[in-house]
T-cell receptor
């Protein structure tokens, strides 16, 4: 079983839609859960991260972690064409600089 | 503040050759990590350096190596190139102590002919 599984999509939605992006993971030692956004021909940039289970909100973005089911979600409200990118989940084990990435979900928001 | 700089942006090599990629981290960052990104495997961790010492290593063959200099700049070397080494190679830097977000460069696109 892969450490991190992420549906690669692609996902295409109309502007203003609510988007749900998801990952599952297998390693119980993961404590922090990061979401990166990668635009075409650019490196990934950190969007937000959460610690342990629970929700975290940042503007139109909400990250959610359920450690009991090893499930990570990123919700985007009122999606914009500028949100079109590949979204990568990256659970992280404290004490290591190694990030384990999902394969990424490619999102297109159509005007 | 300048971001992570990777050079060159694009590179074309042939099988059997070797290649060296360069990464300049954000000023003050002491940790540099390297990742390989391919459509099939996604982003995979290669190795991480902190204060000129390799702290972590991914599951890649010995043809992949790296080093870090005293100014935190890092180089990655791939010897005896294979077609499967065609990928985007990304470098990320962080302060290196505790949980700190990694900041990525825009990568070097390596194509093997």
């Amino acid at each position: 079983q892969k450490e991190v599984e992420q549906d690669p999509g692609p996902l295409s939605v109309p502007e203003g839609a609510i988007v749900s992006l998801n990952c599952t993971y297998s390693n119980s030692a993961f404590q922090y859960f990061m979401w990166y956004r990668q635009y075409s021909r650019k490196g990934p940039e950190l969007l937000m991260y959460t610690y342990s289970s629970g929700n975290k909100e940042d503007g139109r973005f909400t990250a959610q972690v359920d450690k009991s089911s090893k499930y990570i979600s990123l919700f985007i409200r009122d999606s914009q064409p500028s949100d079109s990118a590949t979204y990568l989940c990256a659970p992280y084990q404290g004490g290591s600089e190694k990030l384990v990435f999902g394969k990424g979900t490619k999102l297109t928001v159509n005007p | 503040k300048a971001g992570v700089t990777q050079t060159p942006r694009y590179l074309i090599k042939t099988r059997g050759q070797q290649v060296t990629l360069s990464c300049s981290p954000i000023s003050g960052h002491r940790s540099v990590s390297w990742y390989q990104q391919t459509p099939g495997q996604g982003l995979q961790f290669l190795f991480e350096y902190f204060s000129e010492t390799q702290r972590n290593k991914g599951n890649f063959p010995g043809r992949f190596s790296g080093r870090q200099f005293s100014n935190s700049r890092s180089e990655m070397n791939v010897s005896t190139l294979e077609l499967g080494d065609s990928a985007l190679y990304l470098c990320a830097s962080s302060p290196g102590q505790g949980l700190q977000p990694q900041h990525f460069g825009d990568g070097t696109r390596l194509s093997i002919l």
